[in-house]
């Protein structure tokens, strides 16, 4: 009797033992809270079709893919870009993408990629092709930019006169009618948006300034362990060719 004691006790250990490691990584993976994933639209890393239900681009694409590796829960968002940013900066659990990592900028957010790069740009009409190759040429000028956007703010700082908008196209039309004389852009977003309105012979790229890598931004107060998760990640993505197979979808 002692003996199928000892043995039904073993059995009911092993039992137990093997529930927990069936629950465990479901146990892990709901220990994450939802994130909410805020971006913009620009062309070619964050765009939709469809009012922001499906969200695909070349940074967007990578962002599902490892959210969905690291099993953490996540609903992603399209809106202006100061929303977005701003939401990512004051909202716990929340990550904002395609974002510049500057100095200014080091300490708002913890780091996430590159998840892709950028090239800044100066847009304006086409009588003054050729004419103007920095930002010194143009100082002088009214410039146009959209809320929030670094490039602008840097251009700001040197003491351009910059007129901002909520609508990346708003400035691009507005060079096009006469009322700026430059916008400071992405320079594939921009063009993008120029043959979108049909805008190819009253507003061309006038030269481009500077290429910068672009990351996923989460709020301070995101989970250490998770920050180093998506990174982790994210260098398995590139390791196994998916972060360049993304990118040559939209190259």
Known sequence: MKKIRSILSLFKNTIILLWLC?????????????LLITTEVAFPTNMSDDSGKTI?????DKVHELLRRSQIPYRMEIMSWNRAFELARNTTDTCVFSTARTREREALFKWIG???????????????????????????????????DEFVSYIAAKGAHVIVSYEPATALKNV?????????????????????????NKVVLLFRYQ?????????????????????STLDKMKKDGTYKK??????
Request: proline letters at 4%; aromatic letters at 8%.
């Open 22 to 34: 069936s629950v465990a990584p479901s146990e892990a993976q709901n220990s994450t809270r939802e």
């Open 56 to 60: 695909y681009g070349s940074s967007a």
């Open 114 to 148: 590159p998840i892709g790069s950028g090239t800044s740009a100066i847009f304006g009409s086409p009588d003054k092709l050729g004419k103007v190759n920095s930002i010194d040429d143009i100082i002088q000028g009214n410039i146009g930019g959209y809320l929030g």
């Open 176 to 200: 096009a009618q006469g009322r700026l004389d430059y916008v400071a852009f992405g320079d594939k977003s921009g063009e993008h948006f120029i043959i979108e309105n049909h805008l190819e």
């Open 211 to 231: 290429s910068i890598d672009l990351y996923l931004a989460c709020n301070p107060g995101i989970d250490d362990t998770t920050v180093k998760l998506m990174n």
């Open 246 to 251: 993304i990118d040559s979808k939209y190259h």
